[in-house]
């Protein structure tokens, strides 16, 4: 339904796709620019698409979940950031012009955000400059430096280190919530004849039997067969948390 367009992963495959089918058509000609610009984005787009795919891996899983959740509060931090880097961006662009790389709108807010990421350059952009704008670029940079190179990156640095911690506390319940969706997901694939092929009432297990297969393929295979497990193990753990909080309260 419109869930499936509210996630973030729909717009990577959709724009996967599309660089994909722009790169390569029309076929058997001599790609143009726009097609290895395409082709460009597509190679990223791919390697990122598979580093989610990793979500659903037993042993990886939990990393990639790190690196989703660290992705997202950066660009959530970044986006209150932007004003500030669009009036420094401004203010370098008006003071330092006769530098090239505030030439332009467009150069001085690329450079700005390489400045706050650490290349700050401070004698070859600000001591230079010649005019009667020096003392006012050089005490800009001054709070660019406090603000970008010091506030922001011990802010992303924390909460950074907290999304991880968050994780890691609650990572056996994310990789099943995780692998809940993705048989979902499967389900809704199969057809409906395969699933009834595939579906056992029962499961035995030899806890003292040497495994033959290795635990990635035992895990593809028994997947199909793990929903009802895990979908009650996930009631267990939100009836354990309902009756945690309930006896915390004060009476």
């Not at 001085?108 to 704008?133: C, P, R």
């Not at 020096?134 to 660019?144: D, L, N």
């Not at 595939?198 to 199909?224: D, F, G, I």
Request: hydrophobic share 45%; net charge positive.
């Amino acid at each position: 339904g419109y869930r499936y367009f509210l996630k973030y992963e729909t717009y990577l495959y959709l724009a996967l796709i599309g660089t994909t089918a722009v790169f390569m058509w029309p076929p058997n000609y001599e790609p143009c620019l726009l097609n290895w610009a395409c082709g460009v984005f597509s190679i990223a787009l791919t390697w990122g698409v598979f580093l989610f795919q990793m979500q659903n891996l037993p042993y990886a899983g939990i990393y990639a979940l790190m690196f989703e959740d660290v992705v997202k509060t950066l660009l959530r931090a970044l986006s209150v950031f932007f004003f500030l880097l669009m009036g420094f961006s401004l203010s370098f662009y008006i003071s330092n012009r006769s530098m090239e790389p505030f030439r332009t709108f467009d150069k001085s807010f690329l450079k700005t955000f390489d400045m706050s990421l650490g290349e700050y350059e401070y004698v070859s952009y600000f001591q230079s400059i010649n005019g009667i704008f020096k003392q006012y670029a050089q005490t800009i940079s001054v709070f660019f430096a406090i603000i970008a190179s010091v506030a922001l990156i011990n802010l992303l640095v924390g909460l950074a280190v907290g999304d991880i911690e968050t994780i890691r506390r609650s990572s056996s319940t994310k990789l099943i919530a995780v692998r809940v969706q993705l048989i979902n997901e499967m389900q809704s694939i199969f057809p409906r004849w395969l699933q009834k092929r595939l579906h056992q009432n029962t499961m035995k297990l030899y806890p003292n039997k040497r495994r033959q297969r290795s635990e990635l393929v035992s895990w593809l295979l028994n997947s199909a067969y793990e929903q009802a497990y895990v979908k009650a193990e996930l009631r267990m753990i939100g009836r354990s948390r309902e009756d945690q909080f309930s006896a915390e309260l004060p009476s």
